[in-house]
């Protein structure tokens, strides 16, 4: 059984820093993606230098300072939930530098990360520059904020985005895969999923499989919990009462999103 779901944590890193979430290369298996969530409270600090590595850090909820190499950034962060569902503001911070992060609120941040070597320019993604798209119908609708969309040229390799699917409907579906990497058709993209659902002690389905079954996997997944999908397709089911956040990281060799539908379920498309 391949181990994709990764249940919230509660580890104190630092004084008023918890991570509850930790995905690195050596838990996941995965090769372009890593990823973290930290909480902080008011007045707390956080730290890293970043080698071979790129990072967006999305403010969740709460607002932050952030300085990289010595330059500031000020009063980072829009909302006090993820389900006021209006855009926040993140930061693309490049290989090689350092940065730091001072909560001015309690603060969820999350801290996406994917391998580069290029030396780019750090850059603040505000509220503003998201771009906002409803997808799907009938049954499968969602709401989604692109942060960090392939066509942005921003960083090296990483893609971020936001989606809001509401009570009864299905997100990332009909169920699509982008794993093998043949562009124009199709790339290749690893991918992790943070979920968080209101009310929090609800739960939602997701199933990772591919065309051969040999991954085939399906999951109840709780609030703060993470989903890696190394490869396959990857469909969201939320019960009804209860509605569903995620934040999704992607990162491949090379910075571009298209994907297939399982043939199967395609002709849900179609229907009038």
Same mark, same amino acid.
């Given at each position: 059984?391949?181990?994709?779901?990764?249940?919230?944590?509660?580890?104190?890193? +630092?004084? =008023?820093? *918890?991570?509850?979430? /930790?995905?690195?290369? +050596?838990?996941?298996?995965?090769?372009?993606?890593?990823?973290?969530? &930290?909480?902080?409270?008011?007045?707390?600090?956080?730290?890293e230098a970043l080698e071979n590595t790129e990072l967006c850090a999305v403010v969740l909820t709460g607002k932050v300072d952030v300085t990289v190499d010595g330059e500031d950034y000020k009063d980072l962060g829009t909302r006090d939930s993820v389900f006021e569902k209006i855009p926040t503001d993140s930061i693309y911070v490049p290989s090689t530098k350092t940065f730091k992060v001072k909560s001015n609120t309690r603060v969820k941040l999350a801290l996406c990360y994917s391998n580069s070597t290029k030396v780019l320019d750090t850059k603040v993604i505000r509220a503003k520059d998201n771009d906002i798209e409803h997808r799907g119908q009938y049954a499968n609708q969602r709401l989604v904020h692109n942060i960090l969309p392939d066509y942005m040229d921003v960083p090296e390799n990483l893609l971020v985005v936001e989606v809001y699917t509401d009570s009864g409907n299905f997100s990332s579906y009909p169920p699509h895969k982008h794993d093998q990497d043949?562009?124009?058709?199709? +790339?290749?993209?690893?991918?992790?999923?943070?979920?968080?659902? /209101?009310?929090?002690q609800g739960f939602v389905f997701?199933?990772?499989? *591919? %065309?051969?079954?040999? &991954?085939?996997? *399906?999951?109840?997944?709780?609030?703060? !919990?993470?989903? +890696?999908?190394?490869?396959?397709?990857?469909?969201? =089911?939320?019960? !009804? =009462?209860?509605?569903?956040?995620?934040?999704?990281?992607?990162? =491949?060799?090379? $910075?571009?999103?298209?994907?297939?539908?399982?043939? %199967?379920?395609?002709?849900?498309?179609? $229907? %009038?």
């Open positions: 059984m391949v181990n994709l779901l990764y249940k919230k944590g509660d580890k104190k890193i +630092s004084n =008023g820093v *918890t991570v509850i979430q /930790d995905l690195g290369k +050596s838990t996941t298996g995965l090769d372009y993606v890593q990823f973290k969530v &930290i909480e902080m409270d008011e007045g707390a600090q956080y730290e043949n562009l124009p058709e199709e +790339s290749f993209l690893e991918e992790t999923y943070y979920h968080e659902i /209101d009310p929090k997701q199933r990772v499989y *591919t %065309d051969e079954r040999d &991954i085939d996997e *399906t999951m109840a997944v709780e609030h703060q !919990d993470c989903v +890696s999908v190394p490869k396959g397709y990857h469909p969201v =089911g939320v019960p !009804d =009462g209860y509605n569903l956040y995620y934040l999704n990281v992607m990162a =491949g060799p090379k $910075r571009k999103w298209k994907f297939n539908n399982d043939k %199967d379920h395609e002709w849900i498309l179609e $229907r %009038d």
